[in-house]
C-alpha cells in the first residue's frame, strides 16, 4: 500500500504520473479525478509517446460545459502513479484549457485497477 500525504483542506490532489508507451517514457503533473472516465492527456503525448495509429481504439466525444468537442482513445502500454502501475490503460486525448494547473486527469481507466482510499479528515491518499 503507498500512502500519500494530502492537505486537509485541499480542492485538488495532484500527482506526479509517469506514462511509458514504446519505450519512451514522460512525465504529467495530473489531477486526481474520480469523476473522469478516462485517464486524459494532451494532443502533444500523441507523438511524445510515439502512440501508433492501431494504438487508436475508438474517435469519441467529449461532452463539457462549453460543448461537444472530438477527442480519440488510445491505448498506452504504462501508467505510474504513486508506484502503482498499470498496463494497456485507455486514454481520452485532448487538451486541457490553457490557464489549466494541470498537465491532465487521472481518471477511473487506471484507478479501477486499484482499492483508492481518500481520507480528508486524516489527509491520507492511499492506492494498492
Known sequence: MITRKIDKGTTHIILDVFLENNGIKRK?????????????IPNS???LLNIKSDQ????????SATG???VSIAVIEKINALRN???NVEVMVHNL????YVDGLLGL????????????KEGVLEIN
Open 68 to 70: 461537444v468537442e472530438p
Open 56 to 63: 487508436i481504439k475508438e474517435k469519441g466525444e467529449l461532452v
Open 97 to 100: 484549457p490553457s490557464k489549466s
Open 45 to 47: 503525448f500523441m507523438e
Open 28 to 40: 504529467l503533473r495530473m489531477a486526481l479525478d474520480t469523476g473522469a472516465t478516462h485517464v486524459m
Open 109 to 120: 481507466s487506471f484507478l479501477k485497477n486499484f482499492n483508492v482510499h481518500i481520507n480528508f
Open 85 to 87: 502501475e498499470a498496463k
